[in-house]
């Protein structure tokens, strides 16, 4: 008796392909690895999406939805701001690789557009220009994007050095330090001897992150103001 295909769904190759990334990496990610895992032959995932970048967008496009349903944030600009922030670093740590895929879609998901529609609204009432929102927009994404992925790198290298007990980085990173001058490296090796580099990756690193940029809109804005 010929086997039955095992029944899959839009629903249940996002499900898959969440549990793969977070297994392998978005670098070993493909369509036949994807297939296997769901029992199935490659070509029939071709019939719910197209190619792999249409799958990435709809998994970009799931995220943007639920950090949409996530952010309740109000009051002013900076709160808005600071609330989708937030929002979106807590949400992309929870879906391994997502970062990286919301970095390689273009918005034509009507979620990532909804999404960056929203982060617009917080700075309606401002007296930036057009090209500053969207310039602003962008740089507080950017800053969150590029923070959960330097700790989602850095959770990977732990793994992989637990995994090779023999590895030393600290100790070697320590040795190159030593050999360098003061010059060259005598405030960058006192940070590392006191373990500072071991707050990168905190809330209290990205906080104040978070307070640098919107600090610095804050006195852009206090610049157009004055123009008025």
């Not at 949409?68 to 929870?94: C, I, N, P, Y």
């Not at 950017?142 to 793994?159: E, G, I, T, W």
């Not at 580099?197 to 809330?203: I, N, P, V």
């Not at 104040?208 to 004055?226: A, C, D, P, R, T």
Request: glycine share 8%; charged share 25%.
């Amino acid at each position: 008796m010929k086997k039955q295909q095992p029944q899959i769904s839009e629903d249940k190759i996002l499900e898959a392909s969440w549990e793969l990334l977070g297994e392998e990496g978005i670098e070993k990610f493909s369509m036949r690895r994807l297939a296997d895992r769901l029992g199935i032959q490659a070509p029939s995932l071709y019939w719910y999406f197209k190619s792999k970048q249409i799958l990435y967008q709809r998994l970009a496009s799931q995220v943007s939805k639920i950090i949409l349903e996530e952010f309740h944030s109000e009051g002013d600009w900076k709160a808005q701001l600071a609330g989708m922030a937030v929002t979106m670093r807590r949400v992309l740590g929870r879906y391994p690789c997502s970062t990286q895929l919301m970095m390689l879609t273009l918005p034509h998901e009507p979620d990532i557009i909804r999404l960056t529609n929203r982060m617009l609204l917080c700075l309606e009432s401002t007296p930036l220009e057009q090209e500053q929102k969207i310039q602003t927009v962008l740089t507080l994404v950017n800053y969150v994007h590029n923070f959960v992925l330097d700790d989602y790198h850095h959770q990977r290298n732990v793994s992989a050095m637990m995994n090779n007990p023999g590895e030393n980085p600290d100790g070697e990173m320590m040795h190159l330090l030593e050999a360098m001058s003061e010059a060259d490296a005598g405030v960058f090796r006192r940070m590392f001897k006191s373990g500072l580099f071991e707050l990168m990756g905190t809330d209290a690193s990205f906080e104040f992150g978070l307070k640098l940029i919107l600090s610095g809109i804050g006195q852009v804005i206090e610049e157009q103001e004055g123009k008025g």
